[in-house]
């Protein structure tokens, strides 16, 4: 009974741990929208009167940028104010020509500004029209790139490109000029696409990034073939030369930024597997303490049995079979049990259904083999041995 129920509990470790894993699969093929290998993201806090206007911010940005693309093995790079998968700022926007107009929270999307090589940078695909142009600055008419969830919502059925929208009712009109990918945002990779608005940040409102950079550090985005300590190194050195009073507050990968964002994925995972696979040695010791007491209290009776002429594969198949009953009863009551309780997973899971039924066949023909495994060594004892001891003991 004790060594039915190890493998039954395996068997529901397993299960979770299969689907878990699983998921974790699923989750990191998730196409979130960007390239995020070989991409290198800077923070840091602008936030004060250093860079209070307009004019001072896009030069510092301007000359640092040129810096910045100097570096060696470095392909591009660009500011924003929030990167792909955290959360960013929401703002009210309102569509001045659209198809359908939208009054209260329906309104909120997520902006950003965004530097000229941005969507290169970051690898985020453009679906229609164009990103920023070198002459979207000051004074210019005002443009902006929205995503695809924003053209869905905000536009329906229509082509969002050419139409205008606003901030709050009190900015000037900004003209849609580009529809980028979706991004998956907020740290949720597998909750539906939020929208997003792109400004250049040329053109951005200073009372709107000032908010930002209140909630917010800005972030460098560089794309490199190398993203080690000497990019960094070398990044650090460019802005110093450029103001030796604004520091970086830290330096991480995009890779980094969705390992992170999966985090509670990762330790459930980990969890579940690493007390599966304590569960997975107990059943092993267990069947192979049963078996192997079992062969030793039974040394007479095969002694007997090979001195009557039974064959030694009949011997070894009959030990095997005892272990495989064992565990092929703890698999069927863990399978009944996993029916009720793999439910409970249903909120940590995706891609995959708690029932499904390759990770319940997998589990069992595991668990039976290591049964089989268990039994092999005292079964091989059994068959080994010499009749005319075994009847002397």
């Known amino acids: 009974m004790l060594a039915v129920a190890e493998v039954a509990l395996c068997m529901l470790l397993l299960l979770g741990a299969g ?36 004019a001072d911010l896009i030069r510092f940005f301007d000359q640092a940028l040129e810096r910045i693309r100097r570096i060696p093995g470095v392909q591009s790079a ?25 009054d209260g929270m329906a309104t909120l999307t997520d902006w950003r500004y965004a530097g000229l090589d941005y969507f290169r940078a970051m690898g985020i695909p453009l679906v229609s029209g164009r990103g920023f142009a070198e002459t979207d600055r000051a004074g210019a008419p005002a ?29 000037e009109s900004i003209e849609v000029v580009g529809v980028a990918k979706d991004l998956r945002e907020g740290g949720d990779l597998t909750g539906p696409p939020v929208a997003i608005m792109y400004v250049p940040v040329t053109q951005a409102n200073m009372r709107w990034i000032r908010t930002s950079h209140t909630y ?52 459930q995972m980990t969890l579940l597997t690493g007390l599966a696979g304590i569960g997975l040695v107990l059943a092993f010791a267990g069947i192979y303490g049963l078996i192997a007491y ?44 996993g029916v009720v309780f793999t439910r409970t997973l249903q909120n940590y899971v995706y891609g995959v259904s708690t029932l499904d039924p390759i990770t319940f066949a997998s589990v069992g023909v595991l668990l039976i083999g290591v049964a089989v495994v268990a039994s092999l060594v005292p079964a091989i004892r059994a068959v080994r041995l010499n009749p005319t001891t075994a009847l002397r003991e």
């Not at 894993?21 to 800077?42: C, E, N, S, Y």
């Not at 104010?81 to 939208?102: Q, S, T």
């Not at 995503?147 to 059925?157: D, I, S, T, V, W």
């Not at 985005?221 to 080690?228: A, D, E, H, K, M």
């Open 294 to 337: 079992t062969v030793a209290q039974r040394t007479r009776e095969l002694g007997i049995r090979i001195a009557l002429g039974a064959t030694r594969g009949r011997i070894l198949r009959g030990i095997l079979r005892e272990g495989g009953v064992l565990a092929t009863t703890g698999v069927v009551i863990g399978v009944a049990c």
């Open 19 to 54: 689907l878990l894993i699983q998921t974790f699969v699923k989750m990191r093929a998730i196409d979130q929208g960007f390239a995020p290998h070989g991409l290198l993201t800077a923070r840091m806090s602008l936030q004060g009167e250093r860079y209070g206007t307009s």
């Open 216 to 267: 917010f550090p800005m972030s460098w985005v560089v794309r490199s073939s190398n993203t080690g300590a000497e990019t960094i190194k070398q990044i650090r050195e460019a802005l110093r030369t450029l103001d030796p009073k604004q520091p970086f507050s830290s330096f991480v990968t995009m890779e980094e930024i969705k390992a992170n964002s999966m985090a509670d994925q990762t330790f």
């Open 143 to 171: 443009v902006a790139v929205v995503n695809e969830a924003f053209a869905r919502h905000f536009f329906k059925n229509t082509n969002p490109i050419g139409h205008h929208i606003g901030m709050w009712k009190t900015d």
């Open 78 to 102: 660009s500011v924003v104010n929030c990167v792909p998968i955290e959360r960013g700022l929401n703002m009210n926007v309102d569509v001045l020509d659209g198809p359908e107009h939208f």
